[in-house]
């Protein structure tokens, strides 16, 4: 093929495209429709019952039914996972500030750990008291007491300045009303759970029962962990307590969690112990736990 030949091809199949394309009817845009960029919104389809759906949205602080745009969350849903994001982590950072805890009337007293920077990093600092404040507990705290009562700041100490003097008082009266013989109640700085050991060891209490602020999730900032021990015992195993968990306005509320706590230990002393005693040995089998 000449050149000339191959430019004459190259002309004609141009030609047939541009006239191709000429008579193609042109694309006619709503002018209501806007324009958009990226994936549109897919509204969910409607309900079996928008009634029943309502209900189930009201029982849970938890995103359901939300929608999508594509693959992604909607604006709305992503600032509220980073709002409650935000709250989870100034609950972690919050701290109960000097002198809160003699306002409740509380023995304060504080653990091992120097700063909440060495609480995060060494939690077994925070399962000791320091020597300061073992010595007033000595000194100062009742002894042989059936319940001793503790509160700890824990991972949220917002949840114990919002809710822990409410569950404190609702807990005294509760257990005070079953017949138990409530100690004074003691504050722990920077607490662990197993802080709740060393205390019933030394005030010679049956048992202790020890608040703590939950590990926050999205949006829990200001939630409460209740956890009791019989026989207290440095170090004693987990599989000898119990826990409720959950206590706030939006989950167990404290009145009806410090009912329910009276009532466990009324079990735990009968059955001569918490945690698998209570279940007759069986860890599979656990009615007393009660999931929020």
């Known amino acids: 093929m000449t050149e000339d030949e191959l ?10 495209v541009v006239k191709s394309a000429e008579t193609k009817s042109p694309v ?25 759906l309502e209900q189930y ?15 992604r969350y909607l604006t709305k849903s992503y600032l509220g996972l980073r709002a409650d994001h935000a709250i989870a982590l100034d609950a972690v950072e919050s701290e109960v500030a000097d002198g809160w805890a003699e306002q409740q009337g509380w023995l304060p007293l504080r653990t091992r750990a120097k ?8 939690p077994d600092q925070g399962r000791r008291l320091d020597d300061a404040s073992k010595a007033r507990c000595e000194k100062d705290a009742e002894r042989g007491v059936d319940v001793q009562l503790i509160a700890g700041d824990g991972l949220s100490a917002n949840a ?33 759970i197993g802080v709740q050991d060393e205390i019933g060891v030394i ?18 900032g200001d939630s409460l962990s209740i956890y009791t021990a019989y026989g207290p015992k440095l170090g004693q195993d987990n599989a000898e307590k119990d826990c409720i968990s959950n206590v706030r306005d939006l989950g167990f509320v404290p009145e009806r969690a410090a009912a329910r706590c009276a009532a466990l230990m009324k079990e735990t002393f009968a059955a001569g112990g918490g945690g698998v005693k209570l279940t007759g040995g069986d860890p599979a089998f656990r009615p007393h736990v009660v999931n929020h």
Request: net charge positive; hydrophobic share 35%; charged share 25%.
């Open 160 to 192: 114990l300045l919002k809710n822990g003097p409410a569950l404190m008082k609702a807990l005294a009266t509760h257990l005070s009303g079953v017949g138990f013989r409530v100690g004074k109640p003691l504050f722990v700085k920077f607490a662990r």
């Open 7 to 16: 430019r004459k091809l190259v002309t004609e199949v141009v030609r047939e």
């Open 57 to 71: 949205k009201a029982l849970t602080p938890s995103r359901i039914v939300t929608g999508r745009t594509g693959t």
């Open 28 to 52: 006619v845009r709503d002018e209501e429709e806007p324009l958009r960029r990226g994936p549109h919104h897919r509204p969910l389809p409607a309900p079996r019952s928008a009634e029943a």
């Open 115 to 122: 700063d909440h920077q060495e609480f995060f990093l060494h």
């Open 203 to 220: 005030t010679q209490a049956k048992s202790t029962i020890i608040i703590v602020g939950e590990r926050p999730g999205l949006g829990t």
